[in-house]
């Protein structure tokens, strides 16, 4: 972060730094790095700043959704994420954020749509994959989850994605 809080100083219009750093803020709270008030607090200018230089950018809408779910207030999050997804309908990064919103909000027919849309614009993406067939599996239908990690390790041997796929839907089936 600290190359990207340089790049920004030497350009304060730099908006795919501040996009970037956004993103190393979400990641730190997404997994307890940060607490959710250093994140906002960190977070906010940045996001209000890159909205303000480029207000069509997929990754402002996207972070500043995130922002808003982060602040619990998810019907701002949701008017953000279609806004995104109104200016590029096939962003995947946008898609993946919005699909995990709307999975954790326990949205999950909308979450499905969303993650099947996402795999269509990646479709060897490992994380799109494990997550569609997470939800798939969370409406009931684990054997979709094992089909998704059998892809998951044809496409990545190695992936720890389809081996906890596994493990989670035989799980799920009682096995």
């Known amino acids: 972060s ?5 790049a920004i100083e030497l350009d304060p219009s730099y908006t795919l730094a501040m996009e970037r750093l956004a993103d190393i803020f979400l990641n730190q709270y997404s997994t307890g790095a940060i607490s959710n008030e ?4 960190q977070a906010e200018p940045l996001i209000t700043r890159l909205l303000q230089l480029d207000p069509g950018l997929p990754g402002a809408n996207t972070q500043l959704a995130m922002l808003r779910w982060a602040q619990d207030d998810p019907e701002a999050a949701e008017a953000a994420f279609k806004e995104t997804l109104r200016l590029h309908p096939g962003e995947s990064r946008s898609l993946e954020r919005y699909g995990t919103f ?9 979450a499905e749509s969303v993650w099947s849309r996402a795999l269509l614009t990646d479709p060897l993406s490992t994380k ?11 409406q009931g239908y684990p054997e ?8 998951i390790a044809e496409l990545d041997p190695d992936s720890a994605h389809s081996t906890t796929a596994l493990i989670q839907a035989h799980l799920w089936m009682g096995r």
């Open 38 to 41: 250093v994140y906002l607090q």
């Open 102 to 110: 709307r999975s954790f909000e326990g949205r999950l027919d909308e």
């Open 144 to 151: 979709k989850f094992v089909q998704r990690a059998r892809r």
């Open 2 to 6: 600290t190359y990207l809080e340089k």
């Open 128 to 138: 799109i994959l494990f997550e569609l067939g997470k939800v798939e599996m969370y």
